[in-house]
């Protein structure tokens, strides 16, 4: 967790030297030069910052430590200087002679600011000797000696280079969200300390937990970092709120009307509480001190995530509305007050029923702390927490449960398999997942073809893994191939592997209902997408076209960066690129060869049922078939979530008699009389 004194705009950025230049760069929209907010950033230079923290205090003491030993685990308290620190401190102690440094992070907006952050530091361009890599943006060059990435990306460069040697040292940073890449990766990287001795591995944490860490990795030494660089004051609240969302706003109003000076960082569940709720209320209030209220999440396009890095015009105050993105590894520059609502929104995966839950959940108290946090990095600061000091000892859990423990593991499994890990039960995690989760995930990526009957990988799942997809879309793509219809699943694709393509304004809702019927297919969504990107093509990419129809402009681009990068995956592997032309029944038996083991069959009027498990199943009312009047008897569906109830994400209307054809492990036809075609489900465990 890099708890660090940082102003991500104080300088700019002159040039960018990408390895893919794209006009999505999160980058590039922080290119201005752009002035300090708080006193702290203002008084003092970068390197009068740099030395104020309470990591360079222990600076060589924290070197010899990582010198006689192989793994170290860090321990600091929010804002102690981990994240940006550490890498440079290793840059300047000669490790990066012998290869580069990475830093890994569990979110992609931590892993650009902070590079950017560490860039400014030591004065270099952004994407030279300090760069960053995520998911479908690398802004790194032959000169990168500090690399900020994300955790997943690390995994994968893992699969090319199984003992790492392009690094000298590796930082896992916030180790403690024990994101579900991290995990995968803490028993990887055990295994490659042990074979290569010039590795240096660290990892850090901002809580204490640092014991079962040291214990995991054979008993390491854990180093303490001392202190915090600003004081903050909690805050508990007397009783506790029945409405979570209108407490934050008066909290957030009675801080901006007290005369106090700093800007407000309020923490939300979910982009739904944000946008519905805590920024209406918010941007309706005509207050006399003016309030610039900014959303941060992580489906909002860059340009506007960047934006909350800018200074605000001088008497206005910031009011920074987030979930839980904004938790770690994020430095605004002029955050005095912190308004904490207590929850956070987590995905659960149920293994018997195939479906992701995402539903609000009270915080941990480590959690709790990082929020706090957050009030102290360029000044003193206060935390207002919504709920009382009893519950946050009594109620909230000390740390989160992994997401190891809550999520669909198959890609972790084709990776593992990839990987030569023969007996996924005997691999080494830190918390091991249920084991129900670990067998379902198998079972899923037999039924794909990836993995053959005795569990080892087959030649369509090492070809899987090349894709940087889950495993059905990346089985879309190779599928598609042999039916002819490559280059439009390949749109589909990428069109489902950015945030959401379509904004909906709410005072402008039937406009934009009506606008975007001219795109619906009423037999799929999937189809739907491949409308859009298809006109958005023969308008010659227009930004205007995109504006014109409420299409992010940003997605859009993104698509295109998104679809490139996994054209040349597809050339690399000789997979042949064709389009179907204007024969959709083909990409609509594509998509089913994929996906029929996610199909549901109409049971009432709009209603649908799992085949295979029973489930009650509901279109989302954003569908191209909700409300259409087709209601087609066997659907497709993309993912499962339950919202508020059971509702399937992106559905494509199939033929009964190619979910037999293409899953006949589970279906059959039934020949009775006239009523061939009949599908029954013979589920095969």
């Known amino acids: 967790m890099s ?4 102003l991500f705009n104080a300088v700019g950025v002159s040039s960018m030297l990408c390895l893919r230049r794209t006009e999505q760069k999160f980058a590039d929209h922080m290119k201005d030069k752009s002035e300090a907010s708080s006193n702290f950033a203002k008084n003092k230079t970068l390197l009068e910052q740099r030395q104020y923290l309470p990591i360079f205090a222990c600076r060589q ?5 990582i010198r006689d030993n192989s793994i170290v685990i860090v321990v600091g308290e929010t804002g102690s200087g981990k994240t940006t620190q550490l890498t440079q401190y ?3 102690d000669g490790y990066t002679s012998y290869g580069m440094v990475g830093c890994t992070q569990p979110r992609r907006v931590a892993a650009m600011s902070v590079a950017k952050r560490v860039s400014e530091e030591t004065s270099s361009n952004l994407g030279a000797e300090v760069g960053y890599a995520i998911r479908f943006e690398d802004c790194t060059s032959e000169k990168t000696v500090i690399k900020y990435m994300t955790d997943g990306i690390l995994l994968r460069e893992s699969l090319r280079e199984s003992d790492l040697d392009h690094y000298s040292a590796v930082i896992m940073d916030e180790a403690h969200e024990r994101s579900l890449n991290t995990d995968v ?5 055990r295994e490659v300390v042990a074979r290569r001795s010039d590795l240096k591995l660290i990892v850090t944490s901002a809580t204490m937990d640092s014991d079962k860490f040291a214990a995991f990795f054979g008993n390491v030494p854990i180093f303490h970092i001392p202190g915090r660089t600003f004081p903050v004051d909690v805050l508990f609240s007397k009783t506790p709120q029945e409405d979570y969302v209108e407490a934050a706003v008066k909290q957030a109003l009675q801080v901006h009307l007290s005369g106090m000076v700093g800007d407000i960082l309020i923490f939300m569940p979910g982009q739904e509480d944000i946008e519905v709720s ?5 941007e309706a209030l005509d207050s006399a001190p003016a309030l610039a209220v900014l959303p941060i999440y992580s489906q909002l396009p860059s340009d506007l995530q960047a934006k909350i890095f800018q200074k605000a015009p001088d008497g206005v105050r910031k009011c920074i509305v987030a979930t839980n993105i904004a938790e770690t590894s994020l430095t605004v520059d002029g955050i005095m007050f912190v308004v904490d609502a207590g929850y956070c929104k987590l995905k659960v995966f149920n293994p018997r029923i195939g479906m992701d839950a995402l539903q609000v959940y009270p915080i941990s108290q480590a959690n709790a702390n990082q929020r706090s946090g957050r009030a102290g990095r360029t000044g003193p600061g206060q935390c207002y927490r919504l709920y009382t000091q009893s519950a946050y000892k009594n109620e909230m859990l000390t740390t989160t449960i992994p997401e190891i423990q809550r999520t669909n593991l198959a890609n972790v499994v084709l990776l593992l398999k990839s990987l030569g890990v023969q007996d996924l039960l005997l691999f080494h995690f830190m918390d091991p997942p249920p084991e129900d989760n670990m067998l379902n995930s198998m079972y899923q990526l037999w039924i794909l073809g990836a993995l053959d009957n005795t569990g080892g990988l087959t030649p369509t799942g090492r070809l899987m893994v090349e894709f940087p997809l889950d495993p059905a879309l990346s089985k879309m793509l190779i599928v598609s191939c042999d039916m002819g219809c490559s280059a439009d699943i390949l749109i589909i694709v990428s069109m489902l592997s950015v945030p959401a393509i379509f904004y909906r304004p709410k005072v402008l809702k039937l406009v934009v209902d009506q606008v975007r019927e001219k795109f619906a297919v009423p037999e799929s969504d999937h189809l739907t997408y491949l409308n859009v990107y298809t006109q958005w093509k023969n308008n010659n990419y227009s930004s205007v076209w995109c504006n014109d129809h409420f299409i992010h402009t940003k997605a859009m681009r993104k698509v295109r960066e998104v679809r490139s990068q996994l054209k040349d995956i597809m050339v690399q592997q000789k997979m042949n690129l064709m389009s179907c032309g204007s024969d959709w029944d083909i990409i609509r038996k594509c998509i089913c060869a994929a996906y029929f083991h996610q199909a549901a069959k109409l049971k009432g009027i709009g209603e649908y049922v799992n085949v295979r498990t029973g489930m009650p199943c509901h279109l989302h009312p954003t569908s191209s078939l909700f409300g259409m009047g087709y209601t ?3 659907i497709t569906y ?5 919202t508020t109830k059971e509702y399937m ?5 199939v033929d009964g008699e190619w979910l037999a054809e293409l899953g006949p492990m589970f279906y059959s036809i039934k020949h009775a009389g006239k009523s061939r075609g009949v599908v029954k489900s013979t589920i095969i465990f």
């Open 638 to 642: 993309h993912e499962l979530v339950m």
């Open 90 to 92: 290793l840059h300047e």
């Open 185 to 189: 990766l803490f028993g990887l990287l």
């Open 632 to 634: 087609p008897d066997y």
């Open 61 to 65: 003491q924290l070197l010899n430590i």
């Open 649 to 653: 994400q992106c559905v494509t209307a």
């Open 3 to 6: 708890t660090r004194v940082m």
């Open 278 to 282: 805590a920024l209406t209320r918010l």
